[in-house]
């Protein structure tokens, strides 16, 4: 994961168009934002991260690092 892909991602994209990218990448469709990622993987990854954080920060009015820290720390428990 590219912490510079996701913040941009959170910075210009809305939650629709996030969902719709998100969507257009499982039904292997081209994307209709700009998604920077090795491969569709990847791409997925910032993706998915990007929408958790925006909803943290609607959500909980936190701000995109406080979100980030979240978002990496529940990665983390999930591997372990």
Do not use: C, W
Request: charged residues 35%.
């Amino acid at each position: 994961m590219k912490i510079p892909v996701v913040k941009k991602l959170v910075e210009n994209q809305s939650m629709e168009d996030l969902i719709a990218a998100e969507e257009a990448l499982v039904e292997d469709k081209p994307l209709p934002i700009e998604v920077g990622g090795d491969d569709e993987g990847e791409k997925l990854t910032h993706i998915l991260a990007a929408i958790f954080i925006l909803e943290r920060m609607k959500s909980d009015g936190v701000d995109f690092k406080s979100a980030l820290r979240e978002y990496t720390r529940r990665v983390r428990e999930s591997i372990s």
